[in-house]
């Protein structure tokens, strides 16, 4: 992962959160962290809204997981762009503006990291609480082709084969696995990209 990096921080991982930022600052690495949706989004899952209305609702929820991220000492940006350190994106606001993708729950913030890194010309890094990704239950190493999968929402697999992007999903509840993947080692996880 030599190009420019970002970095999806699972809402799942909230228990982890701060050991996550940590390891991420301590690496120095200019990255930019998008937060997902976690328990701020299934908030908006239980409410029973659909379409438009759930869409903003549950990225304005990944922005409220970016406050709580920068509470670990990271700052914060609206403007998705890479500076001399890590920084966490509160992407309400910019991806209200450029409107990418699909108002549908088929749409996570996988895929939302997926277009940002394709946006901005960058790797991805997903961290989640799975060591790999599962297709019809079995872990796979790589994503080269459609696969069906609980693991990521149904439009992340198309949209990274369809405009190639690099990247891993890695469990982000081990620092060691995050040092390796920042670095550009081997570690457990599943890999996506023609130079990956």
Request: proline share 6%.
């Amino acid at each position: 992962m030599g190009k420019s990096l970002v970095i999806k921080v699972g809402g799942s991982l909230l228990p982890h959160a701060s050991e996550i930022i940590r390891t991420i600052l301590d690496s120095r690495k200019a990255c930019l962290i998008l937060p997902g949706g976690g328990i701020f989004a299934d908030a908006v899952r239980e409410t029973g809204t659909e379409g438009t209305i759930a869409h903003w609702m549950a990225i304005a929820g990944m922005e409220q997981y970016g406050w709580l991220l920068s509470g670990f000492g990271i700052e914060t940006t609206v403007q998705p762009d890479f500076s001399d350190k890590p920084r966490v994106l509160l992407p309400y606001q910019y991806v209200r503006k450029t409107d990418p993708l699909p108002h549908t729950w088929d749409v996570t913030s996988d895929t939302i990291s997926a277009w940002l890194a394709n946006h901005l010309g960058a790797d991805l890094l997903i961290l989640k609480s799975i060591d790999q990704i599962r297709a019809a239950g079995v872990p796979i190493d790589r994503i080269s082709t459609h696969i069906e999968t609980q693991d990521l929402d149904p439009l992340f697999v198309p949209y990274i084969l369809d405009h190639s992007i690099n990247g891993r999903i890695i469990n982000g509840a081990f620092p060691d696995r995050i040092i390796c993947a920042l670095r550009g080692e081997s570690t457990l996880g599943t890999s996506f990209g023609p130079m990956i």
